[in-house]
Nanobody, 116 residues
Framework: QVQLVESGGGLVQTGESLRLSCAVS????????MGWYRQAPGRERELVAR?????TYADFVKGRFTISRDNAKNAAYLQMNNLKPEDTATYYC????????????WGQGTQVTVSS
């Protein structure tokens, strides 16, 4: 049974940094991509960054956030710098598995709160 565990969220002030981690365990034979999404209260979940061979970013985080992955550890990271109050949300890790699963799996999320 595959499990995703996010960590690293917390309460910070505007301009500070956080590093989120997503650890994947169990049931991973082929990991195609890993991504970070976020959802603020009353808003839809949105893509923040995703990495397959190369990273892609939402416009609102370009230049501030960096996604990386460690294939040996089946882990993904999101370095978030210069955080803003509008970055406040629950951040979710999502993986795309290849054969034999061919599915997407979400983590439980980690809360990021940025105070002004």
């Amino acid at each position: 049974q595959v499990q995703l565990v996010e960590s690293g969220g917390g309460l910070v002030q505007t301009g500070e940094s956080l590093r989120l981690s997503c650890a994947v365990s169990g049931g991973v034979y082929s990991l195609i991509s890993m991504g970070w999404y976020r959802q603020a209260p009353g808003r839809e979940r949105e893509l923040v960054a995703r990495i397959r061979d190369n990273p892609t970013y939402a416009d609102f985080v370009k230049g501030r956030f960096t996604i990386s992955r460690d294939n040996a550890k089946n882990a993904a990271y999101l370095q978030m710098n210069n955080l803003k109050p509008e970055d406040t949300a629950t951040y979710y890790c999502k993986i795309q598995r290849g054969w034999p699963n061919s599915d997407e799996v979400w983590g439980q999320g980690t809360q990021v709160t940025v105070s002004s």
